[in-house]
């Protein structure tokens, strides 16, 4: 908008805060901009607090004709829009699934947070790994690993390459130094990386699947930056691994399973129970649905 009219906006909008600040009700609403027979107030803008009273004038007319500018064009988007709808696209239909979509996974999630059993037991663990292993074999290989990205700058690096070369008897000293100076670094033995994982912490090109495998070390350095790659085990894509290397994965899948049967059963038992109120009619006898040509 030109400044004269941010001028009229600022005047307007100084005289409603104003009347707003002094909880005078105005009679004359103003009437700001009009899309076909779309029509936008400024009790629009108040009510949805997009005006403030605590910035000057001035700002308040800058919000405001950005907010008209908005409205104007989503305006005409939603007009076109309506005026190409196809013939065959029933919008009322298609709102009611969509609410009644809504409604019914809210009152689901209430269920589920309700009535899960979130606790697991090792040997409920063991049993589902147990009867869904075909299941669980893997889209990408796994692997344990110890991994460490130390910066160039830091002191003492060769320090840690000895250490490194003799992780048994120094990892201790290896975590302290790490945890002091180090980018990012895993050394728990026990935790297991997606291939794919392991590959991206290494500059992109310098690792690839075909240099990881059991007991190999892999070492690199940039301009920034000292690589350092252990594998101590690596299982091969489409392999069944073991459930160590999906516990996390596998106790989703149990509380989805367990979520699953909970909402089965209470659906079962609500039609159950409003059929037996009377509540539920099946008519029988329907007359059978003709066929499109």
Avoid at 14 to 25: N, P, Q, V
Avoid at 128 to 136: A, F, G, I, M, R
Avoid at 230 to 258: F, G, T, W, Y
């Amino acid at each position: 908008m030109t400044k004269r009219i941010l001028y009229y906006l600022a005047i307007i909008v100084t005289g409603i805060l104003g009347s707003c600040a002094a909880e005078k009700a105005t009679s004359d609403d103003v009437l700001l901009a009009t899309v076909y027979n779309q029509k936008l107030y400024l009790s629009e803008l108040q009510k949805k607090g997009i005006l403030n009273k605590d910035i000057s004038a001035e700002d308040s007319a800058v919000v405001l004709n950005n907010y008209v500018e908005r409205w104007v064009r989503d305006a005409l988007i939603m007009q076109r829009a309506e005026s190409n709808i196809p013939k065959d696209l029933n919008i009322d239909e298609l709102v009611r699934d969509y609410r009644a979509s809504l409604v019914r996974y809210n009152y689901q999630k209430v269920l589920i947070e309700q009535l899960t059993d979130k606790k697991i037991t090792p040997e409920q663990l063991q049993t589902y790994y147990d009867q869904n292993k075909e299941q669980l074999r893997l889209q990408d290989a796994m692997v344990r690993a110890y991994y460490i990205k130390v910066p160039r700058s830091a002191p003492d690096t060769e320090q840690l390459k000895k250490w490194w070369s003799n992780r048994k008897d120094n990892m201790s000293k290896i975590a302290a130094y790490c945890n002091q100076y180090a980018n990012k670094f895993m050394l728990v033995d026990t935790v297991w990386y997606q291939q794919q994982d392991i590959i991206g912490l290494f500059p992109k090109g310098a690792l690839s699947a075909g240099n990881i495998a059991d007991g190999r070390e892999f070492t690199q350095k940039d301009d920034d930056f000292y690589y350092f790659l252990k594998c101590i085990e690596v299982i091969p894509n489409k392999d069944i691994p073991p459930l160590s290397a999906v516990q996390d994965k596998v106790e989703k899948l149990i509380l989805h399973k367990r979520q699953s049967e909970i909402i089965t059963q209470k659906t079962e038992e609500l039609y159950e129970l409003e059929t037996k109120r009377n509540n539920v009619k099946i008519y029988t006898g329907l007359p059978a649905v003709p066929k499109k040509n």
